[in-house]
């Protein structure tokens, strides 16, 4: 357990959820329930990740849009959201209902907010290339950069994501739908934070169709994103194995290798 004193009194409850660079505790402030994230500085610049103003600008903003929880405190270590009860979210019960209608309406209001200086999706790649070692399967990911970016500028790249869509980082409150965890925003196509979600949930075909039409989507741009997905996730297991935070990236290479054939 944590106490922490700010202009009221904040008393985390003892469990705590660990992240790669980051720990959330559900808390009570002014008798208020409440989440608190604290971030390690050092591991968020191992991870290639920056808390900075610009994008401090952008947490406030979809807090003001009511895109996330209401924000109660920001600065580049710590974020304090409103805690809300959460409805949890299955493959099964998302296309349920009016739960795909209320998430579209909270994505397109994110992906629309005014873009701070973030990083570009292609930006976010590259970005491993200061971290990781130039051998193996990452050689061959940095040889191929221009490639990437042709792939990855088929479409507009001028809408907000989100970057890590998944049914924890969506919260259904109320009759709403609020994203949170902004860490992996970026900049890119509108398909692409489906194709995230798609890729972290293991979406099935039918149920793309599904989504797509639901959404107003264009199936083939959601597609189109879904190897970029296994290219992220790859990069990202790969700074954990050299990091030793896990001991194998379990990402196939195989799907990633031929990704990068056929774009080269």
Partial sequence: MIIIHTMKTLITFPHAHIGAFNRSYRAKIAKKEAILKIYDNKKIASFTRKLDKNHQKIVKNASKRKI?????????????????????????????????????????????????????????????????????????IISNTEGIKKYIDKYRQDYLCHGDLHFENIIHHKGKIYFIDLDYVCVSAKGYDIAMLIYQEKISKKEIKEISKK??????????????????????????????????????????????????
């Fill in 68 to 140: 996330t929880p209401n924000l109660l405190f920001l600065n580049e270590s710590l974020i304090i959201q409103e805690y809300l009860k959460n409805i949890p979210i299955s493959r099964k019960n998302f296309l349920k209902g009016n739960i795909i209608s209320r998430f579209k309406k909270t994505l397109e209001n994110f992906q629309t907010s005014k873009i701070e200086k973030t990083l570009s999706l292609y930006d976010q790649i590259i970005s491993y290339k200061g971290v990781l070692k130039n051998k193996g399967l990452f050689k061959q």
């Fill in 215 to 264: 959404l107003q989507m264009n199936i083939n741009q959601i597609l189109h994103y879904i190897p970029i997905c296994y290219l992220l996730d790859y990069l990202w297991q790969e700074i954990q194995v050299e990091l030793k935070y896990i001991k194998k990236n379990k990402v196939e290479k195989k799907i990633i290798k031929n990704f990068l054939e056929n774009i080269s």
